[in-house]
């Protein structure tokens, strides 16, 4: 025999959920030193979880966030990599500014289209046996 039970994700949650990659990407260009390392590190498993949310928008929207973020990180590799010695020390504030530029307005961006979407509850039935 089994039995029904059902969880409900609020429209609410699944807002916050939504927007919380934003969030850490305009914390990570901010504050480049340390948060974003850290910040790489912490998203693959944040997007990991987030990716598969019940409510598919959240997915989305994280999804898109991502892009953004890995885009910044996978063009700092090869500048980095294959960059002139000393032009960290002499450049680092223009590529911080950069970072911020190309960051912070797609995050904004992405948190006014969150906010202005509806967001409806998703039940999840779970089957116990």
Same mark, same amino acid.
């Given at each position: 025999?089994?039995?029904?039970?059902?969880?409900?994700? %609020?429209? &609410?949650?699944?807002?916050?959920?939504? /927007?919380?990659?934003?969030?850490?990407? @305009?914390?990570?260009?901010? @504050?480049?030193?340390?948060?974003? @390392?850290?910040?790489?590190?912490?998203?693959?498993?944040?997007?990991?979880?987030? +990716?598969?949310?019940?409510?598919? +928008?959240?997915?989305?929207?994280?999804?898109?966030?991502?892009?953004?973020?890995?885009?910044?990180?996978?063009?700092?590799?090869?500048?980095? %990599?294959?960059?002139?010695?000393?032009?960290? /020390?002499?450049?680092?504030? =223009?590529?911080? =500014?950069?970072? !911020?530029?190309?960051?912070?307005?797609?995050? !904004?961006?992405?948190? !006014?289209?969150?906010? +202005?979407?509806?967001?409806?509850?998703?039940?999840? &039935?779970?089957?116990?046996?």
């Amino acid at each position: 025999m089994s039995i029904n039970e059902a969880n409900i994700v %609020t429209g &609410e949650s699944a807002k916050s959920s939504a /927007k919380l990659f934003s969030y850490g990407n @305009i914390v990570a260009v901010l @504050i480049p030193l340390p948060m974003l @390392i850290f910040w790489f590190g912490a998203s693959i498993v944040f997007y990991a979880t987030q +990716r598969h949310h019940p409510n598919p +928008r959240v997915g989305y929207y994280t999804q898109i966030a991502a892009y953004q973020y890995y885009a910044l990180a996978g063009l700092l590799v090869p500048v980095l %990599t294959f960059a002139p010695e000393g032009f960290f /020390k002499n450049y680092w504030l =223009i590529m911080w =500014i950069i970072c !911020i530029v190309l960051i912070v307005p797609l995050a !904004i961006m992405q948190l !006014i289209k969150i906010n +202005r979407e509806e967001w409806k509850d998703v039940t999840i &039935e779970k089957q116990q046996h």
